[in-house]
T-cell receptor, first 116, second 115 residues
């Protein structure tokens, strides 16, 4: 079974630009979550999608957005990039259904975004 | 809201020595607990999890963790570490009810195994 695939692995963008990151979950998983990892703040939750609906959202500005498609693939978008957005962005998929059970999350290798 | 504290940011240990990575959590409801490991330039891999039942959980590579509800802890231990265990370890918690709260991670503990 293929794991969680994130593309691209590395990105360099300029301040003010926007960026779109992609995540393909494990086949059959309908829950996809996104996390931002930085040395200072650690792993911070961005949002979670389940069956094309945003189910949870972290404390990030509106410049960060996401969506999920009918095949469970997910994208996240960051507009008007700032230097502080430089981070490793991790996607995780799980078989969680939200009915009182949290299945384990499987993580992709991440996309390392550098904003210059 | 739940939170996780990993008390040590870095832990150096000699090869074949025992190690304990400490994790304490805070939550007003029952929780699920997880330990993840991250190798350089990689994503996170699940090491072990506590969902219910026995409070002692084990991984296939010799790590174990014990859920202690009274002390709100979930410390990770290994009796004898190897060079290959060098990595960053993250403790995470998710609230049991309603069951769809996101994972909250600690800041991580960097384990360095010295030959």
């Amino acid at each position: 079974k293929a794991g969680v695939t994130q593309t691209p692995r590395y990105l360099i963008k300029t301040r003010g630009q926007q960026v779109t990151l992609s995540c393909s979950p494990i086949s059959g998983h309908r829950s996809v979550s996104w996390y931002q990892q930085t040395p200072g703040q650690g792993l911070q939750f961005l949002f979670e999608y389940f069956s094309e609906t945003q189910r949870n959202k972290g404390n990030f500005p509106g410049r960060f957005s996401g969506r999920q498609f009918s095949n469970s693939r997910s994208e996240m978008n960051v507009s008007t990039l700032e230097l502080g957005d430089s981070a490793l962005y991790l996607c995780a998929s799980s078989s969680s259904t939200g009915r009182g059970f949290r299945a384990e999350a499987f993580f992709g290798q991440g996309t390392r975004l550098t904003v210059v | 809201a739940q939170s996780v504290t990993q008390l040590d940011s870095q832990v150096p240990v000699f090869e074949e020595a025992p190690v304990e990575l400490r994790c304490n959590y805070s939550s007003s409801v029952s929780v699920y607990l997880f330990w993840y490991v991250q190798y350089p330039n990689q994503g996170l891999q699940l090491l072990l999890k506590y969902l219910s039942g026995s409070t002692l959980v084990e991984s296939i590579n010799g790590f174990e963790a014990e859920f202690n509800k009274s002390q709100t802890s979930f410390h990770l231990r290994k009796p004898s570490v190897h060079i290959s265990d060098t990595a960053e370890y993250f403790c995470a918690v998710s609230e049991r009810n309603p069951g769809n709260t996101p994972l909250v991670f600690g800041k991580g503990t960097r384990l360095s195994v010295i030959a």
